[in-house]
């Protein structure tokens, strides 16, 4: 594991509700994975603490029990509000002091773990800018936000998202270029299961 970066969190969305799955992706397994649990094991190795997550009331009974490195584990009581909500939840127990947050979706759990590396390196190196990787000149997630933009985040309207704010502040982009496709890769279909879980198996 990477020295841990004191103050400087990440924040795991979770609360989903899955409706084209068919159920919530948090802990939908993935040949012996959860999507939460790919992300929180990604973000501990990286080095951010403390991991918050944020997960829909029927799981977090489940998630507490299952997934390890998670300092909170946080409730969206109407997760059809949107992930923006979540996160306006999630900012709530941030540390005081934090430089910023890993913004990480449970939706893109398979990007590698060396993006997650790269994004820490960033994050060291300049805390105020808004770091995304890149694969292919497309950005993709996870997204490092600085604590300049907190405010921002949380005024900004649940029907425009964190999307928004990424693009009102141009000014702030940086880009950590990564060999990663999974950084464009969502889990959203019964399609995208069987391609994530055939990817996991043929990694073991």
């Known amino acids: 594991m990477g020295d841990i970066i004191a103050q400087w969190p990440a924040v795991l969305l979770a609360a989903g509700e899955g409706r084209r799955l068919g159920q919530p992706k948090a802990l939908i397994d993935l040949s012996g ?17 403390p991991l918050v997550a944020v997960v829909p009331p029927a799981l977090r009974d489940d998630v507490v029990r299952s997934i390890p490195h998670l300092r909170y584990t946080l409730v969206n009581p109407r997760p059809e509000s949107g992930p923006l909500r979540s996160l306006h939840i999630a ?40 770091w995304r990787p890149v694969f292919r000149e497309r950005h993709g997630h996870p997204v490092w936000f600085p604590a300049a933009l907190f405010q921002a985040l949380r ?29 464009h890769r969502d889990l959203d279909t019964p399609e995208d299961l069987e391609t994530f879980r055939l990817h996991l198996s043929q990694q073991r």
């Open 33 to 49: 994975e959860t999507p939460l649990g790919l992300v929180a094991a990604a973000c501990h190795e990286a080095g951010f603490s």
């Open 155 to 183: 005024e900004a309207p649940l029907s425009e998202g964190a999307r928004a704010v990424v693009y009102a502040h141009q000014e702030l982009w940086g880009t950590v270029v990564v060999d990663d496709p999974w950084i």
């Open 91 to 130: 900012m709530e127990v941030l540390p005081e002091g934090a430089q910023g947050f890993l913004l990480a979706k449970v939706d893109f759990s398979l990007v590698q773990r060396e993006t997650y590396r790269g994004l820490a390196s960033a994050a060291r190196e300049d805390p105020q800018r808004l």
